[in-house]
């Protein structure tokens, strides 16, 4: 049955249907419909990170067409992904950090970045209508209220939502179209998972990154991953998907609970991280708290308060900040506009890529004093320096999206989207995390609690040990076995 009529057993109304071919009209209509096309794929070698995760990338397009070249069809494992923001490529890092950790070769393919095709044409115009209203939400307070929030709270929640979504994922299918479709694919979006099953490939797993269920997130023909037993619960039953109904449940075989998707690095290293944190608190050194902007650049007034906030005791010795601003260098102008002295303080990290990577080697067992902010305009080197600079850290300071789930003590400020608020209260629940800070003076209210009181570090650290041992946090590596698993 066509995955745009009938979801899990429950057939969608032909007025939803007829929207989503609509839909797909439309963007073809407007992009080009490019099925007729033999794109080339062939494994490149990626210079960012693929010394580091051993990640090698696929290209598409670029050589003859019908070229399939490179694969490693015994341990090659393809980690399908989109640049959205940060957080698709953060939890791609980490499922190829596994991958790389078991002995397989992860390869790299960001359906974003086949500029040619029509497919990423489809997400490229999907991708700036996010960030645009992600950007209008955190200025307009009425639009996030009427708009912004009923949408990632109740709309994607629909299926008939996914209805419209598997329909234009059709367009995205030619990219897979010389690969070899026996290679497991690892999904973290749920389009990569979709134009994988519409294209063939054969062992597809969709690990899905919210707390909160959305149909949005469905892949029908793949294996759904979560990370926590109350978005299993949600997702195996549809809950809210069509309003009051009772629907079909997904079939037992398609849904597993994994745990959280988390770098190996940061797993095998928990123990000995929250060992020197608690040391330096306990020693009197400055706490570091890391502060990270995402992909919409956006809530750049909480960050100003808290770096205002947080200048005496700069000055004093008693806390150090690094700062992440991925690569928005704009949002470095703006800071020193909205925090005043900043620029006097702080030591710069920009596009020097060994540099912040020997910083954050020195910095596990080094002093590290002031202010130092990190730009990098390559999206791997952006993303990943917060996992870098995660280790040395004693609170990650961020809104509840996917670094809710990394096992490192988390100060949340205010989300962006009703959906994440979810993340906040399971890392509340399972203690490695605070309660969402909603408004500025909350999260200054925390800041000093961090800052002046060790029960807080003490209990998230103790936390995040015991979780470790309970297997809260080997999603990562329970993704990558499911997945090669699949071909046998």
Request: glycine share 8%.
């Amino acid at each position: 049955m066509e995955k745009s009529k009938v979801i899990f057993g429950n057939v969608q109304s032909g007025a939803v249907y007829k929207k989503a071919v609509k839909s797909k009209a439309k963007y073809a209509k407007k992009f080009g419909d490019d099925s007729d096309r033999d794109y080339s794929a062939r494994v490149v070698d990626n210079e960012y990170i693929g010394d580091i995760l051993g990640v090698k990338n696929i290209a598409v397009g670029d050589a003859a067409d019908g070229t399939s070249e490179g694969f490693d069809q015994e341990k090659g494992i393809i980690v399908g992904n989109i640049r959205m923001g940060f957080g698709h490529y953060r939890i791609s890092m980490a499922i190829a950090s596994a991958a790389n950790a078991l002995g397989y070769v992860p390869y790299w393919m960001d359906l974003n970045s086949y500029k040619e095709t029509t497919c990423t044409k489809v997400i490229s115009a999907q991708n700036d209508l996010y960030s645009k209203g992600s950007r209008i939400s955190q200025k307009s307070k009425l639009f996030n209220r009427i708009v912004w929030e009923p949408l990632n709270y109740e709309g994607f929640r629909k299926l008939s939502y996914n209805s419209a979504d598997q329909k234009n994922a059709e367009l995205m299918a030619p990219v897979y179209r010389n690969v070899p479709k026996d290679i497991p694919v690892v999904a973290t979006h749920v389009w990569p998972a979709q134009a994988a099953i519409h294209a063939g490939m054969q062992n597809v797993v969709n690990a899905i990154p919210d707390n909160w269920p959305m149909a949005l997130h469905y892949a029908e023909g793949s294996i759904h991953t979560v990370q926590t037993h109350y978005a299993y619960q949600g997702y195996r039953i549809c809950n809210g998907m069509d309003g009051d109904k009772v629907l079909k449940p997904m079939p037992s075989d398609s849904l597993k609970y994994v745990g959280h998707y988390i770098d190996h690095e940061l797993v095998s290293n928990i123990e000995a991280d929250c060992a020197r944190r608690m040391a330096r608190k306990s020693s009197g050194k400055p706490m570091r708290f890391l502060l990270t902007i995402g992909g919409a650049g956006a809530q750049k007034e909480i960050f100003a308060a808290i770096i205002n906030e947080l200048m005496p005791d700069i000055r004093s010795g008693k806390a150090v900040l690094y700062v992440n601003i991925g690569d928005y260098k704009n949002v470095w102008e703006d800071l020193k506009k909205m925090a005043a002295g900043i620029g006097d303080v702080a030591e710069t990290h920009f596009n020097d890529w060994n540099d912040t990577r020997k910083f954050c080697r020195e910095a596990l067992d080094g002093d590290v004093n002031g202010i130092h902010v990190f730009c990098h305009e390559n999206i791997f080197e952006a993303v990943y320096a917060t996992n870098l600079l995660m280790r040395s850290c004693d609170v990650l300071v961020t809104k509840p999206s996917e670094l809710a789930f990394y096992p490192v003590p988390k100060l949340f400020i205010r989300r962006i989207g009703g959906h994440e608020q979810w993340g906040a209260i399971h890392s509340a629940e399972i203690g490695d995390g605070t309660l969402e800070c909603r408004d500025i003076p909350h999260t200054l209210q925390m800041i000093r609690l961090f800052l002046e009181d060790g029960t807080f570090l003490g209990d998230m650290c103790g936390n995040i040990i015991r979780n470790k041992s309970l297997g809260i946090y080997d999603g990562a590596y329970q993704v990558v076995k499911i997945a090669m698993g699949m071909r046998s």
